[in-house]
């Protein structure tokens, strides 16, 4: 499976650390960009106070990195590589991943999740940090998850660098530095489309 990771322009040394390792950084939760990000409803009724505690201790367990299922989205371009001055890389997934690491593909939903007691189960902490609301449906989000935070891991095998439409010079530099040419693409815009082409 190929997945994508945008990165901005203004982390250089973060892009030659991925490229020169193909280890990538397992944020907290609390890092990452959506306010609503891990929050969840509950009826106070149907939840002890040490279930509830249990599903933030949960939470707190987790180190994460997300991807996107696809490298077109013009928008995720913008958002996340810097207005296009940056690059996304695409990885194959099913080679050299760490055995640490497991996928979750995003759900996306109208609401926050609710956290209901239906046949004696409750939502876990991944099943509530794999959901968010649907305004982040464009993203095609794919989430990496591995136990314990601020850890560098291998979430495949890198298979490819998109250049941004506008990539800045030691971004470029950094890219042909570790990246061999049949590996690195050059973003155009497909003006019928409002894609990427790669």
Known sequence: MKIYKYMSCNYPQRINEILSGSVFYFADWRELNDPMEGYFHYY????????????????????????????????MWAHYASNHKGICIEIDADMERSPE??????????????????????????????????????????RAFCEGKYRKLRVGRITNVILGLRV????????????????????RLDFETNKIEC
């Open 44 to 75: 106070d009724a149907d939840h002890s106070p040490d279930e509830l505690r249990k599903i933030v201790q949960g939470k707190d367990a987790y180190g994460i990195c997300c991807f996107s299922m696809n490298s077109d989205e013009i928008l």
């Open 101 to 142: 690491v497991t996928l979750e593909p995003i759900k996306y939903q109208p609401k926050i999740p609710w956290v209901k007691q239906r046949n004696g189960k409750i939502r876990d902490a991944k099943d509530i940090l794999s959901r968010k609301i649907k305004k982040w449906k464009y993203e095609q989000e794919i």
């Open 168 to 187: 800045d010079g030691e971004v470029r530099r950094i890219v042909h530095q570790h990246i061999e040419n049949p590996l690195i693409a050059e973003a």
